[in-house]
């Protein structure tokens, strides 16, 4: 059980364009989702948290206008870079937890990697 | 700055010896932490967790101690397997009155050898 889908895996963009990653509970209902960027032989930097029909709550120094992030459903969040720039290629990861407990334990996806050209 | 350390970046142990992977934390106030395992190409798995309250944790072959004075925690595998191999994180948890923000180190590249 407990299992978090992330699509697409991989993904290559011209510069200016936007790109929409998808994060889906599959065998369960997320109350909250997490967004994650990792640099190379860096630590996971969360981005934003974001609840299902609730505005998501940005880290400090991420752009919310740039990073759009859209939790619709209680299985789906979308996270969209828009007008992307090769300074936001980078590997994105989300995560998913079940009740909103603090102590919950956040499960994974697998991750997308965006090169932007 | 970095929150959550893990100063080593690779560690290499034999089949069948104990692994050690060591963390070590600057903010006294994270509430829990967690220790993730994650292979190439997939997300980062959840292995075990400690409560800032207690000092081990025990799961099968996998134990986290906790030193609170020392801000450090270890995550001992033994014995070793081959399957084990890959990058460890560790993470920290800090209760924001919801859900709980994790920080993590940069991670520990665990390589068991035959």
């Known amino acids: 059980g407990a299992v978090v889908s992330q699509h697409p895996s991989w993904v290559i963009c011209k510069s200016g364009t936007s790109v929409k990653i998808e994060c889906r509970s599959l065998?369960?209902?997320?109350?909250?989702m997490f967004w994650y960027r990792q640099f190379p032989k860096q630590s996971l930097m969360l981005m934003a948290t974001?609840?299902?029909?609730?505005?998501?709550?940005?880290e400090q120094g991420v752009e919310k206008d740039k990073f759009l992030i859209n939790h619709a459903s209680l299985t789906l969040s979308t996270l969209t870079v828009t007008s992307a720039h090769p300074e936001d290629s980078s590997f994105y990861i989300c995560s998913a937890i079940t009740s909103g407990s603090w102590s919950d334990i956040q499960y994974f996806g697998a991750g997308t990697r965006l090169s932007v050209l | 700055d970095q929150q959550v350390k893990q100063n080593s970046p690779s560690l290499s142990v034999q089949e069948g010896r104990i692994s050690i992977l060591n963390c070590d934390y600057t903010?006294?106030?994270?509430?829990?932490f967690l220790w993730y395992k994650k292979y190439p190409a997939e997300g980062p798995t959840f292995l075990i967790s400690i409560s800032s309250i207690k000092d081990k944790n025990e799961d099968g072959r996998f134990t986290v101690f906790l030193n609170k004075s020392a801000k450090h925690l270890s995550l001992h595998i033994v014995p070793s397997q081959p399957g084990d191999s890959a990058v460890y994180f560790c993470?920290?948890?800090?209760?924001?009155?919801?859900?709980?923000?994790?920080?993590f180190g940069t991670g520990t590249r665990l390589q068991v050898t035959l």
């Open positions: 974001s609840n299902e029909g609730s505005k998501a709550t940005y």
């Open positions: 903010n006294s106030m994270f509430d829990y």
């Open positions: 993470a920290a948890g800090l209760n924001t009155g919801t859900a709980s923000k994790l920080t």
């Open positions: 065998d369960f209902q997320a109350t909250t």
